[in-house]
């Protein structure tokens, strides 16, 4: 792949999966779109422009313009906000991934990497150590897009021989850009409020346990699936991908091994509901198989360099 084309660059994930594209292919050679304004370093250090991932014809003009033969799709409504809007979940989930696909197939794109989620399990799913295939019946309009869009891209891969990739990735806990509206955006807001004020309130009990991943973690993974060798994959949109699983409470008893101060407490909201519908825990011995998938950072290595990077964006008055 020479030229690749991201779409919902300006998210969560997209602020720092463009630049690590950026670094290995080139700052000309990925194209960074979104519907809003991307952050200055990624229109500062190569192409961007504004793309509705509804707007199909565009996306083929832009792929035409920049002789993309590699797509990445980050643009999507995720589960809370999905539960608000689940029409437009739906609208821009299921019909922007069309355009994507078809846009793919009919320019021969070599490679499409569009995200999946633990979204897609649901409370009859065994929650610990969620097999690689198993029952699939989500209860949120995200869950259920993220299903459809799996089977999409299965579909597309037998009947058009295309090579869609995807993986279901846990909640993901960075420092860059703030989370978009998630269910698991509490692993994120926690170390800002620890910094900020010194305590935080969760959204979801103390005994909630979700799957998370650490930004580098998810970079590296992402990238090694987008380049693992075709021949390699037994599987196609729906990788498993795990690495760490804690509760809210052993967040907070990391962030009080290095601010003892720390405190938290706990008003639970309709986002408890989602999170109860989700696993505990993942297999994801098919990536570890078929793409050489391993992961790196365990909780209490995140969480010191999470409080060290949010500090540093305090101090510097990068954020108030
Ligand atoms: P995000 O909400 O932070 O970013 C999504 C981006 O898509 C935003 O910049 C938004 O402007 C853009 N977008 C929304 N509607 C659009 C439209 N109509 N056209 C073009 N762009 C549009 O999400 P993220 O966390 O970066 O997620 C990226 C992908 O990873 C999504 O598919 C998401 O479902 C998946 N995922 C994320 C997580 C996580 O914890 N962040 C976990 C599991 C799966
Ligand atoms: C969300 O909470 O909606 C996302 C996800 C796990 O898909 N972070």
């Not at 869950?143 to 279901?168: F, H, P, Q, S, W």
Request: glycine share 6%; charged share 25%.
């Amino acid at each position: 792949m020479e030229n690749i084309l991201v779409i919902g660059c300006a998210g969560q994930i997209g602020t720092e999966l463009t630049m690590a594209l950026r670094n290995i292919y080139g700052n000309k050679n990925v194209i960074a779109t979104d519907l809003k304004e991307a952050p200055s370093i990624i229109t500062e250090t190569g192409p961007f422009e504004i793309l509705d991932i509804l707007d199909r014809e565009k996306m083929r003009d832009i792929v035409k313009k920049y002789n993309i033969d590699g797509i990445v799709n980050l643009a999507a409504i995720l589960s809370a906000v999905g539960e608000e809007y689940p029409m437009l979940a739906w609208n821009v989930n299921m019909n922007g991934l069309i355009n994507v696909f078809e846009v793919a197939k009919d320019e021969n794109i070599e490679t499409i990497l569009t995200p999946s989620s633990i979204a897609v399990f649901g409370p009859e799913t065994p929650a610990d150590n969620t097999p690689q295939e198993t029952i699939l019946r989500p209860k949120t309009m995200y869950g259920i897009t993220k299903v459809a869009g799996e089977l999409l891209g299965d579909y597309y891969v037998d009947k058009y021989n295309m090579d869609i990739r995807g993986l279901r990735y846990p909640g993901i806990i960075s420092h860059e850009a703030l989370p978009g509206g998630g269910t698991t955006d509490y692993a994120v807001a926690i170390y800002y409020d620890a910094i900020k004020y010194g305590k935080y309130t969760s959204f979801v009990k103390a005994d909630t346990r979700l799957p998370m991943m650490y930004m580098p973690d998810c970079l590296k993974g992402t990238i090694q699936l987008f380049q693992a060798d075709k021949e390699n994959l037994k599987h196609h949109s729906d990788f498993n991908m795990g690495a760490m699983s804690f509760s809210v409470e052993e967040m907070a008893n990391s962030i009080k091994k290095y601010m003892p101060e720390f405190e938290i407490s706990y008003e639970p909201d309709f986002r408890q509901d989602i999170a109860d519908t989700w696993p505990n825990s993942i297999d994801d011995s098919a990536a570890r198989e078929e793409w050489g998938w391993n992961h790196e950072y365990d909780l209490d290595k995140m969480t010191k360099d999470m409080l060290f990077h949010i500090k540093k964006k305090f101090d510097k008055g990068l954020i108030k």
